[in-house]
């Protein structure tokens, strides 16, 4: 995957352009996604160690 440095500058100035209360609310709402994210990981992960232990019995 191949980044180049626009995304992080409108990224940046659209960080500029919030007020502190909407800073603190995309932080929360950010830190809910990683959470989402890391309970998919987490049942995805049982997932296929289950699917490893009923399929590759030794």
């Known amino acids: 995957m ?7 500058r409108v ?3 659209l960080l500029e352009d ?3 209360q909407d800073l603190k609310e995309r932080i929360e709402t950010l ?3 990683i959470s989402a994210c890391e309970t ?10 289950a699917a490893e232990a009923a399929f590759f019995k030794s």
């Open 18 to 20: 919030m007020s502190l």
């Open 31 to 33: 830190r809910a996604e």
């Open 40 to 49: 998919m990981i987490t049942k995805k992960e049982a997932t296929r160690k």
């Open 11 to 13: 990224v940046k100035k």
């Open 2 to 8: 191949n980044f180049d440095d626009e995304p992080v």
